[in-house]
């Protein structure tokens, strides 16, 4: 079974400053896939950046990257330069990549506001 | 290029009546899927279609919930016999059969359960 813990339920973040959203994993799955969802109070999931397991670098994407610890089985999102538009709730997912089974399995979030 | 649309966006119904949503996933996208989300939590996922074919549920599916895909296009999810536990946002998600298979997701419909 998979499992994914986000331990910040709310962050806050100064305009411009980067910030750090926590997530660790667990699964006894060789090939995963770690995704990154934002959803703001508008309630669509949009979303942000994907990491495979087997990916020698860390993923990037415009102001998003992620710090991905194999060993110690996180995967971080690093956002830079906040904007007021950032706020919103921030999930991390997984899901197997080789076997049947295609659904995202998803942490409790992490509020973030950034702050003017 | 449209993303997932998603109808109704809101619904409010009282307990015992049926509610039926719909999802168009993104045109050229074959696989599609069902979350549903309580407040203050993540989705949980609860099926899964490649093309027409329903190939996976979830426990959380209760035989009060159906899905349908007939066509390989749009779904529908019918709730039967609502109970006040159903309100949740309703989330359907779609993707292209790829290594990554990232799942895009439509704005949900809210269903409220008096």
């Known amino acids: 079974a998979q499992k994914i813990t986000q331990t910040q339920p709310g962050m806050f973040v100064q305009e411009k400053e980067a910030v750090t959203l926590d997530c660790t994993y667990d699964t006894s799955d060789p090939s995963y896939g770690l995704f990154w969802y934002k959803q703001p109070s508008s309630g669509e999931m949009i979303f942000l950046i994907y990491q495979g397991s087997y990916d020698q670098q860390n993923a990037t994407e415009g102001r998003y990257s992620l710090n991905f610890q194999k060993a110690r089985k996180s995967a971080n999102l690093v956002i830079s330069a906040s904007q007021l538009g950032d706020s919103a709730m921030y999930f991390c997912a997984m899901r197997d990549l080789r076997g049947s089974a295609r659904q995202l399995t998803f942490g409790s979030g992490t509020q973030l506001t950034v702050l003017p | 290029d449209t993303g997932v649309s998603q109808n109704p966006r809101h619904k409010i119904t009282k307990r015992g009546q049926n509610v039926t949503f719909r999802c168009d996933p993104i045109?050229?996208?074959?696989?599609l899927y069902w979350y549903r989300q309580t407040l203050g939590q993540g989705p949980e996922f609860l099926t899964y279609f490649q093309n027409e074919a329903q190939l996976e549920k979830s426990r959380l599916l209760s035989d009060r919930f159906s899905a349908e895909r007939p066509k390989g296009s749009f779904s529908t999810l019918e709730i039967q016999r609502t109970e006040q536990g159903d309100s949740a946002m309703y989330l359907c998600a779609s993707s292209l059969e790829l290594y990554t298979d990232t799942q895009y997701f439509g704005p949900g419909t809210r269903l409220t359960v008096l």
């Open positions: 045109s050229e996208h074959n696989r």
